[in-house]
């Protein structure tokens, strides 16, 4: 949503200086400009993305758009769901949560939490971490390498689209460029048509380096840093599940390692205190 105020008030305002200066929209129509520049840039995209690599750039896109990060709610749920998965480990041994790991959607712990279950990243992070302490695969440390590990391959994953979607940003002023000439190119075969004609071709082709420069500045590179800053708040979730998963692990009590998952979240979403011990007591409470 905010993304797209935030392009309308790029555009509004670019309109709304053109206008106080007295500039004539219809000059700023060359649909052949944007076939120029949008062509050549989309073209330069698919080249870049081969294979998968196409339909993650699209979903990057959507991700701009569409993208939710996780709230403090959404943290706090996933505290309590790690809260009572290792409070239940504690009790009952972690053999016995292998069938609650194997179906999710059907456990009487995971299913009480749709906000986490709706994360399909952090079921399959969360559920292969928990089946290596339930198999008793892999030691503490190991298991901390392995996740960061995972982690690492995520955000390398995450970041290739937004690099082709920034490189693709780059070069809009330069295709801009290509256009503007082409533009002087046609403006040079009419030097016969007198000021006025010159001058509406002269005018076209600067259109093209202005339609590059504000689409690379004002379109592009703006949607590339809002998914990439998604990504990295979406990573952090998987994080916190890292550390907690760890700390359980290494034989904190359930209490205790999911302050060191609440420590994994960033400020403006990190749940206080008060409200993760009220939030187990609740989980307490139900399990009595």
């Known amino acids: 949503?905010?993304?797209?105020?935030?392009?309308?008030?790029?555009?509004?305002?670019?309109?709304?200086?053109?206008?106080?200066?007295?500039?004539?929209?219809?000059?700023?129509?060359?649909?052949?400009?944007?076939?120029?520049?949008?062509?050549?840039?989309?073209?330069?995209?698919?080249?870049?993305?081969?294979?998968?690599?196409?339909?993650?750039?699209?979903?990057?896109?959507?991700?701009?758009?569409?993208?939710?990060?996780?709230?403090?709610?959404?943290?706090?749920?996933?505290?309590?769901?790690?809260?009572?998965?290792?409070?239940?480990?504690?009790?009952?041994?972690?053999?016995?949560?292998?069938?609650?790991?194997?179906?999710?959607?059907?456990?009487?712990?995971?299913?009480?939490?749709?906000?986490?279950l709706a994360n399909h990243h952090a079921v399959e992070f969360f559920r292969d971490a928990l089946k290596q302490i339930v198999n008793g695969t892999a030691s503490p440390e190991e298991l901390d390498l392995l996740l960061d590990n995972e982690l690492e391959t995520h955000h390398e994953e995450a970041h290739v689209p937004?690099?082709?979607?920034?490189?693709?940003?780059?070069?809009?002023?330069?295709?801009?460029?290509?256009?503007?000439?082409?533009?002087?190119?046609?403006?040079?075969?009419?030097?016969d048509g007198g000021p006025e004609v010159i001058g509406h071709h002269v005018a076209a082709a600067l259109v093209g380096t202005f339609l590059g420069i504000l689409m690379s500045y004002g379109l592009l590179a703006p949607i590339a840093t809002t998914v990439e800053v998604q990504t990295n708040v979406a990573t952090r979730y998987l994080r916190c599940i890292k550390e907690g998963v760890i700390a359980s692990l290494r034989g904190a009590a359930p209490i205790v390692a999911i302050e060191f998952a609440r420590k994994a979240v960033f400020s403006a979403t990190r749940p206080t205190a008060d409200e993760v011990d009220a939030a187990c007591k609740e989980v307490k409470a139900a399990g009595s």
């Open 162 to 191: 937004i690099g082709l979607i920034r490189t693709t940003s780059d070069a809009l002023p330069g295709l801009g460029i290509v256009a503007a000439v082409l533009g002087i190119i046609i403006t040079m075969g009419h030097l």
């Open 1 to 116: 949503m905010f993304t797209i105020v935030g392009l309308l008030i790029v555009f509004l305002s670019v309109a709304g200086g053109f206008a106080m200066s007295g500039g004539n929209f219809a000059i700023l129509w060359q649909p052949n400009e944007l076939v120029v520049i949008g062509g050549a840039a989309l073209g330069a995209l698919i080249v870049s993305a081969p294979g998968k690599v196409r339909s993650q750039v699209f979903a990057a896109f959507g991700t701009a758009f569409r993208g939710k990060m996780p709230t403090s709610q959404d943290y706090l749920e996933l505290l309590k769901l790690q809260y009572e998965v290792f409070s239940f480990i504690r009790k009952n041994g972690a053999v016995a949560l292998d069938e609650h790991v194997n179906d999710m959607e059907k456990s009487a712990i995971f299913s009480k939490y749709p906000a986490f």
